[in-house]
């Protein structure tokens, strides 16, 4: 079971940016995936879960309106849009597995993480 | 928001030594079908967080078994019952009973 984080970098406030997570080892469309970020030096903050069949989604209020989570079963891959970019958004992106596709919470399997630095 | 607080924010041990993290909810984590959804995470020095303990007490495979989860409703533990060199990291709690999901704010692991 892998799961490989991509897309991020530096972008400026009231930017956007795009991040992937290809998950391969397991059936893809069976687990809800979820989003879970780290500021510099800081704890774990979860931002939002997607169902297997992509059709629940939920967000954190910090970023509710701002970013939209998905996932294309096709391409085992989950995505996470992220417009209006604040410096506070600045954190490392984890993308994280769960144990079934209406399951929450368990994230069993994390990815190594990808950087998101807002700045100007 | 269901808070997670976790104590202590720093835990230095002896090697060879238990060590013991407590993890307090402000509301019940039993869930409607009956299940607690408390997990415990470690994350070693630059390293992806890994799931240790699901459901309380359940250990993650290839978890070693000095690790062990206890309690129930508002009130959880991890034990480390001889700490080793490898242990050293942040200790994280997670509730999955209630939206948002929420973490506590983790706790450091050192060896003295």
């Known amino acids: 079971v892998q799961l490989l984080g991509s897309g991020g970098g530096l972008v400026q406030p009231g930017g956007s940016l795009r991040l992937s997570c290809a998950a391969s080892?397991?059936?893809?469309?069976?687990?809800?995936m979820s989003w879970v970020r780290q500021a510099p030096g800081k704890g774990l903050e979860w931002v939002s879960s997607i169902s297997g069949s992509g059709g629940n989604t939920y967000y954190a209020e910090s970023v509710r309106g701002r970013f939209t989570i998905s996932r294309d079963n096709s391409k085992n891959t989950l995505y996470l849009q992220m417009n209006s970019l604040r410096a506070e958004d600045t954190a490392m992106y984890y993308c994280a597995k769960e144990s079934g596709s209406t399951s929450y919470g368990g994230m069993d399997v994390w990815g190594q993480g990808t950087s998101v630095t807002v700045s100007s | 928001d269901v808070v997670m607080t976790q104590s202590p924010l720093s835990l230095p041990v002896t090697l060879g030594q238990p060590a013991s993290i407590s993890c307090r909810s402000s509301q019940s984590l039993v869930f409607s079908d009956g299940n607690t959804y408390l997990n415990w995470f470690q994350q070693r020095p630059g390293q992806s967080p890994r799931r240790l303990i699901y459901k309380v007490s359940n250990r993650d495979s290839g978890v070693p078994d000095r690790f062990s989860g206890s309690g129930s409703g508002t009130d959880f533990t991890l034990k480390i019952r001889r700490v080793e060199a490898e242990d050293v990291g942040v200790y994280y709690c997670?509730?999955?009973?209630?939206?948002?999901?929420?973490f506590g704010g983790g706790t450091k692991v050192e060896i003295k």
């Open positions: 080892g397991f059936t893809f469309s069976s687990c809800a």
């Open positions: 997670m509730q999955g009973t209630h939206w948002p999901l929420t």
